[in-house]
């Protein structure tokens, strides 16, 4: 399993699933202790496309859906949690 680890002693644990699309991320104290701000789940479509980033500290709270078309484009996108909208792409692809 991959590992950041950075300056401070803090770390985190990144999993990829068998296409090596990341699936989740998981931080740690230098002590070993959940760092919850660095818990992340991602989920993809069949095709691989990445439609939702979660938190681990509560996966309903979901931190970015995308919308993809029948081109595989991401065609909206609405970040910032269950029902806080911090930013909306009406159009377009990023």
Do not use: H, W
Not at 28 to 43: I, K, N, Q, S
Not at 48 to 57: Q, R
Request: glycine share 14%; proline share 3%.
């Amino acid at each position: 399993m991959p590992v950041l680890l950075r300056t401070a002693g803090d770390y985190v644990n990144y999993q990829f699933d068998s296409m090596g699309e990341l699936t989740n991320t998981a931080g740690f104290t230098p002590g070993g202790a959940t760092r919850l701000a660095d818990g992340y789940g991602y989920v993809y479509d069949a095709a691989g496309n990445l439609l939702t980033k979660v938190t681990s500290a509560n996966p309903a709270n979901i931190k970015a859906a995308y919308t993809i078309n029948s081109l595989n484009e991401i065609s909206n996108s609405v970040y910032g949690g269950t029902g806080a909208g911090v930013g909306v792409m009406v159009s377009g692809s990023l």
